[in-house]
């Protein structure tokens, strides 16, 4: 006897270690109608929303992924014995935004945007697997080019890089702040 759909669904993504694409997720199941497997994937977040789990389901990195509800983090951090998040310094912040911006990009590139060297910067963001070498620059020198990896995608809660904000919308978001600050 098969298993519903669902379940199918739900067990593919409680055993994969990244993000599962609906499309991996088609090709899996390709016994199924590939409408109605993306059917079954909706339901199935949707019934986690409805429920009161200490679980669910979100799309970051390309795909679906369990996640705990922010709602349990302190506890989830206490078991675990994290004491804080890692957390990214405004330099890697700005590095980082900048690769994700402007990519492919070179270390000196980088660097002129920021204004200072970045290579200490773009050397720990490498190690954090934040970005990546995608190959080199066809320009004297051929410098390394960088790419932001679905590690980066992952850590903030992006399904791809389409879902960052654009221009207008930072320009709104800040002209608000300065706003709201200034009253």
Sequence with gaps: MTPALKDL??????????PLSLEKIKAVLSEFDPA????????????YEAGSRGIQIIQSGG?????TRPECDPWVRK????????????ASLETL?????HQPITLSEISALRGVDSSYTVKNLLEKKLIKITGRKKSPGNPLIYRTTERFLTHFGLN???????EEEIAKLLGEENQSASE
């Design 9 to 18: 669904i739900e067990a593919l993504i409680f055993i994969s270690l990244e």
């Design 36 to 47: 109605e497997v993306e059917t079954a994937v909706q339901e199935l977040i949707a019934s």
């Design 63 to 67: 795909g679906y992924v369990f996640t």
């Design 79 to 90: 078991h675990l014995k994290i004491d804080k998040r890692s957390k990214l310094t405004s």
């Design 97 to 101: 935004s900048i690769v994700a911006y």
């Design 160 to 166: 791809s890089l389409d879902d960052l904000p654009t």
